[in-house]
């Protein structure tokens, strides 16, 4: 598969390891006014390094992803995209309330919500898109082997999407974000909430 950027970012790769460097103050988020002196980013920001293949149809990608963990909301995250606007990440964050958790974010036409999932215990856990049509799941696993779902929705999907690596930091300093055992698998899952 070819990989483009948007955001070029800073990149190593080593046999079927993957590392980003998250940029001081990077994200992928519209606060579309929200905001606060404490927990919210002060503007919007889609300046993070999405590091992406063109994906047609449904299909499944997995990866594991770890960080350090140092600043509030740095994440090693995956993200599905239509365009600027209208997207989808699901991170694994180091949240406001001090956890490490899967959280999830969907932005249609510009405006975000922001959902924190599970809290986990390690520093390092495995993420999953799964695509059937225009319904979209994110799943998270501790072992790689049993996924959870932590969202699923629906996007204005075209056939082709952008599908990757998201890394951001986008209240911290920057640093490495890790993804380790990258997969695609073009197929129609059986159960999108299952994820298999």
């Avoid at 063109?54 to 770890?66: A, D, I, L, P, Q």
């Avoid at 319904?135 to 049993?146: I, N, P, Q, R, V």
């Avoid at 690596?165 to 059986?190: C, D, H, S, W």
Wanted: hydrophobic letters at 35%; charged letters at 25%.
């Amino acid at each position: 598969m070819e990989f483009k950027w948007i955001n070029e970012g800073s990149m190593t790769r080593e046999n079927d390891r993957i590392e980003i460097y998250a940029p001081e103050s990077s994200d992928f988020f519209y606060n579309n006014g929200s905001v606060n002196e404490e927990g919210i980013t002060p503007e919007s920001l889609c300046n993070a390094p999405f590091y992406y293949t063109e994906v047609t149809g449904n299909f499944v990608m997995k990866v594991r992803v770890s960080h350090d963990f140092k600043d509030t909301y740095d994440s090693s995250s995956v993200m599905v995209m239509l365009d600027m606007k209208t997207w989808a990440k699901a991170c694994f964050e180091k949240t406001d309330f001090g956890t490490h958790a899967a959280v999830s974010v969907v932005s249609r036409n510009g405006e975000c919500d922001d959902a924190n999932g599970c809290n986990i215990t390690g520093n390092d856990v495995w993420l999953q898109i799964t695509r059937v049509s225009n319904s979209f799941a994110f799943h998270f696993s501790e072992d790689g082997e049993k996924f959870f779902m932590m969202r699923f929705f629906n996007l204005p999907a075209t056939e082709t999407v952008k599908v990757g690596l998201l890394a951001q930091a986008p209240q911290g300093k920057g640093g490495v974000r890790i993804y380790e055992n990258l997969t695609f698998e073009m197929k129609t899952v059986k159960n999108i909430r299952f994820g298999e």
